[in-house]
């Protein structure tokens, strides 16, 4: 391959990376300067210099000086707000899912003030933490108990250790799996002191090959909600109806990570699978989840089922290692009662976006495209493919609709956006970068359109 076919280009490439001194003058990093100190920028400077010299083209004085006003922004905050343009809904890069408005405010007030976290108001005793939740969970699931922890992953770490360490845990081969952010099935199991045994093969487990593998050390059946992959064409993965009916013949316990959690019944029209309520009336003995996926609360893990196990992993000293804070308790109860009180599922951020229908994303992204138009930047409003994610992909694409913004240097551009502020997290695509208007909140379509044609300004198409 020819050095210009690999996009290097003799002609246009720098000589030599810009001087560390050249970089500092120029006049893009004096308010950086001014705000965080020569040191500070000086050594982010270095690294970007460093970082460019991997590149084909070495990035030039300016290039450098944008790169380094991006990263250190004009606040020091690493967490920055980021508008999502990707139409995924639940963005595990993207903190999963945004809290509603009013559940953030209850909460707010809650974290700025003493609460009644662990004080009976009544009797005025120390009180369990989770009481509330508990029962807004066994409401919502139609489980006997519940109990929340840190996340999901402990959630399932948590009733592995307390309820199968030493003995065996049956699990699909098709159901091993790792999810983002290195949870691996495996490896959690070992880690619980549990024996992981592999029961039929990746594209088909039958009851039949749970019975063969039941024995005097088997503890219990882990069923893995598969979050990230599907396997298709010559599949079979018996019910949990049917494991569960084998595995209580036997004393066997059975275990469901449910993974994002569904909680609402009847909303079966979107497409989404693995209601806990349904996990919990098939026979689960404990189901889990996580708090901030489809639930659309803050993180947690949710363990909901049989009263007498879930009491069992509340005296286990480690549940006390795995406790929420208080404010993610708050988030989640508040969360938990648009759920219950009728009329304010659309106050769950995640929800909304869920619910929102075709035509009210194309009459959006259309005013988007108007918008741009009237500034001469040339825009088409494109049917698109969006997904819930967060553990419940691969499941159905969401229809969406957005705005493509035709552009020869969508790399650049796409940059560029992620250096707004706030943020702009945009696709990808050959002709340009494309805005879903699906995940895009309320509110934020000034800034978004701001932050487009501020970047479509210090983009040339020529580079
Ligand atoms: C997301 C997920 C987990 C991990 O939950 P966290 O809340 O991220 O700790 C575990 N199992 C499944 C099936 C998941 O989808």
Known sequence: MTAAAQGHDPARAPSRPPAVGAVLDSPRLKPLIRELGHRLVAGAVRQEIERGRLEPIAPG?????????????????????????????LHTN???????????????????????????????????????????????????AAMVV?????????????????????????????????????????????????????????????????????????????????VSGFVERPSLRAVAAEAHERGVLVLDDAGSGLLVAGESALGLEDVVRDSVAQGADLVFSSGDKLVGASQAGIVVGRDALVKRLRRSPMTRALRPDKLQLAVLEQT???????????????????????????????????????????????????????????????DSFGVLVPHPRTAALRRRLLGAEPAVLALERDRGIVLDARTVLPGEDQELLTAVVGALAEVTPLG
């Not at 309820?163 to 880690?191: K, M, N, Q, T, Y």
Request: charged share 20%.
């Open 150 to 230: 840190n996340n999901g992953a402990a959630a399932v770490l948590l009733a592995l250790s307390v309820l199968c360490r030493g003995r065996d845990v049956l699990v699909s081969r098709g159901e091993a799996v790792e999810i983002g952010g290195g949870f691996r099935i495996p490896e959690i199991l070992r880690l619980s002191g549990a024996r992981l045994v592999d029961v039929g093969t990746t594209n088909r487990t039958r009851v039949g090959d749970y019975t063969s593998a039941f024995g005097p050390k088997t503890a219990a059946v882990l069923r893995v909600h598969q979050s990230n992959f599907a």
């Open 94 to 144: 993207l903190g999963r899912a945004p809290i509603g408005a009013a559940v953030a405010a209850r909460a707010m007030e809650l974290a700025t003030h003493y609460s009644s976290v662990e004080l009976d108001l009544s009797s005025g005793r120390r009180a369990d933490r989770q009481d509330l939740l508990q029962s807004l969970l066994c409401q919502l699931s139609g489980a006997e």
């Open 336 to 398: 938990l009662l648009c759920y219950v009180t009728p009329g304010r599922l659309d106050e769950i951020p995640t929800w909304r976006m869920l619910r929102t229908d075709r035509e009210s994303l194309r009459a959006r992204a259309s005013e988007w495209a108007g918008w741009l138009g009237d500034r001469a930047i040339s825009a088409e409003v494109v049917p698109l493919e969006g997904a819930v994610g967060g553990g419940t992909t691969p499941g159905p694409p969401l």
């Open 61 to 89: 004085r300016e290039e450098v000086a944008v790169r380094v006003s991006q990263r250190l922004s004009s606040s020091p905050a690493r967490l920055r707000r980021v508008i999502n343009a990707t139409g995924v809904i």
